[in-house]
Nanobody, 127 residues
Framework: QVQLVESGGGLVQAGGSLRVSCAAS????????MGWFRQAPGKEREFVAA????????YYVDSVKGRFTISRDNAENTVYLQMNSLKPEDTAVYYC????????????????????WGQGTQVTVSS
């Protein structure tokens, strides 16, 4: 069982930066692929970014490439999402999720491959 707790959301102006964090319980954090997803009002939850257990592979949705960076600290059981050059369309509840060991690129992008989810943190970008 893994428990995930997000933090760091808030209100920021367009063009600004924000870092959200996700702290995980358990002693096997490095075995889990970690992902960030988001859900805007009236929209379905979508993939944002993911990182392999070792941190050696990262994946992003096209709309955030070059602006967002996912990273992890396995010693601290934490995964981060650094968000720069934020846009109003980035406004959403951001969720972190933990999966097992993924053997395909597509698994990182797929919500039902993740077994554990946090409660979400609100990110609001004003124009």
């Amino acid at each position: 069982q893994v428990q995930l707790v997000e933090s760091g959301g808030g209100l920021v102006q367009a063009g600004g930066s924000l870092r959200v964090s996700c702290a995980a319980s358990g002693r096997t954090f490095s075995r889990y692929a970690m992902g960030w997803f988001r859900q805007a009002p009236g929209k379905e939850r979508e993939f944002v970014a993911a990182i392999s257990g070792s941190g050696g592979r990262t994946y992003y949705v096209d709309s955030v490439k070059g602006r967002f960076t996912i990273s992890r600290d396995n010693a601290e059981n934490t995964v981060y999402l650094q968000m720069n050059s934020l846009k109003p369309e980035d406004t959403a509840v951001y969720y972190c999720a933990a999966g097992g060991t993924f053997y395909s690129r597509s698994a990182y992008y797929t919500q039902n491959q993740y077994d554990y989810w946090g409660q979400g943190t609100q990110v609001t970008v004003s124009s």
